[in-house]
């Protein structure tokens, strides 16, 4: 190498103490360090790279080669078409963002939302539209960005699948981290958001969470709906427990009391409110709530059919079924969240995203690890914890683990417990990993 062989010039930006923000344009020879040029300025165009390259290449020529940015203002020629480009990444993240992309980030709202069209720090644009896929289709069609980034919530679903369905790529944020709360701030608005959203996402800092495909959305949703429709049963069971208490009845115990001979007893029992007395409206309560358990359990028994006819088209669920003491209900559920395995680096990734890892406390010598997090799909999380009380009868890898991790002491079942849970995580995620059925002996277990 020699000098004026090889120049490498990049953009640098800052901001004055009065908060205004400013470019340069830093030019500098590869061989003998000797800055070229430093220009100052709040824009640059294509133009403007080219004066300076011209008043410079008239006193020294032009190089041989040339280090540039990937970026919008830097590519080759725009006053540099007589020298051989040499691209390369930036060694250190932007300050304002990439000047070849146009992000636009929004921060999403119940009824309206604040849209920003972000090119850098002095090229921002912003618009308040109304939440409804219409008008965002329209207004994405207008920007023509070249990345979204939104906010996970309950209209972050359809919003994703307009942005796909116009070959836009989707940055779904997860709020939920340390580098996105708000601390130490005078001011907190929607537009402040939608630009904190854009700024992170320029800089490649921005925490993403996964977002499935429409389907996968729909089936997660009824197996959520099923768990509430069985939660409504619950305490229109332990309403009427508490209403037959109250007058004095007593009820047969745990399940006996909800076979068809004891729901008949308590119909014997009930009668309408309109037919009941000053002193019996307690049967017009009974008589409600007899309605309601029929309507729910009604529901329940139509929507289990319909995800057990889900679970059979499935080959996923069919495989984790093969796990001694896996039911329908866990592997519909383990499929669903998990969606696609390979998205986790290792079982340590897929147990933290369930929440089932414990914390940590470290600081200095002080080093604890406490209860589990409880990060992540909390009904998957409860589900594995519920199998794994009961699959000890089912599987004996597992009644042999729950013996090992107890360690024969009762004060550490719960412990133990959670335990199987998590290891029954692991086992699943490696058979949608490996798309292999179950195998104690693959899996290296041992009775």
């Known amino acids: 190498m020699a000098v004026n062989a090889s120049w490498s010039m990049d953009f640098m930006a800052d901001r004055l103490c009065d908060g205004r923000s400013f470019r340069l344009l830093t030019l500098v020879d590869n061989f003998t360090r000797e800055s070229l040029a430093i220009r100052v300025g709040q824009r640059f165009r294509g133009q403007d790279v080219a004066r300076v390259l011209t008043r410079i290449s008239a006193d020294r020529g032009l190089p041989q080669t040339s280090r540039i940015d990937n970026g919008k203002l830097c590519k080759p020629g725009r006053g540099m078409s007589n020298c051989r480009a040499s691209d390369s990444a930036p060694s250190h ?186 002193e019996e409206l307690w049967r017009g309560q009974l008589d409600a709530e007899l309605t309601l358990l029929a309507q729910v359990q009604t529901q329940i028994r139509l929507i289990e059919k319909r995800l057990d006819g889900l679970a059979e088209e499935d080959a996923r669920t069919k495989r984790l079924r093969t796990i001694p003491g896996v039911g329908p209900r866990l592997s519909e559920a383990v499929v669903a969240w998990i969606d696609d395995p390979h998205r986790f680096r290792n079982a340590r990734a897929v147990e933290a995203y369930v929440g089932l890892v414990p914390r940590r406390r470290q600081s200095g010598t002080y080093d604890r690890s406490g209860r589990v997090t409880k990060h ?72």
């Open 93 to 278: 993240p932007p300050l304002s963002g990439d000047p070849a992309m146009r992000l636009m980030a929004i921060d999403l709202g119940k009824f309206k939302s604040v849209a920003y069209l972000y090119c850098g720090e002095d090229d921002v644009t912003y618009r308040t539209i109304e939440t409804r896929p219409q008008v965002i289709h329209a207004l994405l069609e207008a920007w023509t960005p070249d990345r979204l980034v939104i906010e996970v919530g309950t209209v972050s679903g359809w919003v994703y699948d307009v942005a796909t369905a116009l070959g836009i790529e989707v940055q779904v944020a997860n709020p939920n981290t340390e580098g996105w709360r708000w601390r130490r701030v005078k001011r907190k608005t929607d537009r402040d958001d939608a630009l904190k959203l854009a700024r992170l996402s320029a800089t490649d800092q921005l925490p993403t969470v996964w977002m499935p495909t429409r389907r996968v959305r729909q089936w997660r949703s009824l197996i959520q709906y099923r768990h509430e429709l069985v939660s409504r049963r619950t305490a229109i069971l332990c309403s009427i427990r508490s209403l037959l208490d109250m007058q004095g009845r007593r009820m047969a115990s745990q399940a006996k009391a909800w076979t068809e001979a004891g729901v008949e007893r308590l119909r014997a029992l009930a009668r309408p409110a309109v037919d009941c007395g000053p």
């Open 376 to 447: 992540g799909p909390s009904l998957l999380r409860k589900l594995l914890v519920e199998v794994a009380w009961i699959m000890r009868q089912h599987n004996p890898h597992a009644a042999a683990l729950y013996k090992k991790l107890s360690k024969g002491e009762r004060t550490r079942r719960k412990q133990a417990t959670v335990a199987l849970g998590r290891r029954l995580l692991t086992w699943c995620w490696a058979m949608l990993r490996d798309e292999q059925d179950w195998d104690a002996e693959r899996l290296g277990l041992a009775v």
